[in-house]
């Protein structure tokens, strides 16, 4: 930009009544000159400022997943506990229901459904 400017500058000092036409089209070059730098540094700051806004937006997001993910777990907490619940309550059904015991539990009313979850319950 400033080579342009001094470019610009000496131009216009050289410009006499016997160079008028060529100085003319001289500065206008210089002015095109000019017209496409400034565009450029337009650009750049208009890049530089969408890229903050995005970093922003990133920011706001990452905390949102953060947000979301601390949510993720205390539900899952929540349904693991529900689930083992509603495994107690099924299984003190099937015992209150067994025939085979006195309701204390036995291989026929302790078996199927608690498959992986007997340690659970001991
Ligand atoms: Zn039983």
Request: glycine content about 6%.
């Amino acid at each position: 930009m400033c080579t342009v400017l001094a470019e610009f500058r000496t131009a216009i000092e050289r410009i006499s009544l016997y160079n008028i036409k060529g100085s003319k089209r001289h500065l206008a070059a210089l002015v095109e000159e000019v017209q496409t730098l400034a565009n450029r540094m337009e650009a750049g700051l208009r890049d530089k400022k969408a890229e903050k806004k995005l970093r922003k937006k990133v920011k706001v997001y990452e905390r949102r997943v953060l947000r979301l993910r601390k949510q993720v777990k205390h539900l899952e907490i929540r349904v693991a506990q529900e689930n083992s619940i509603l495994e107690r309550l099924e299984r003190n059904k099937k015992r209150a229901d067994c025939e085979h015991c006195d309701h204390t539990g036995c291989d026929e009313c302790d078996k199927g459904g608690l498959e992986g979850l007997g340690s659970l319950f001991g």
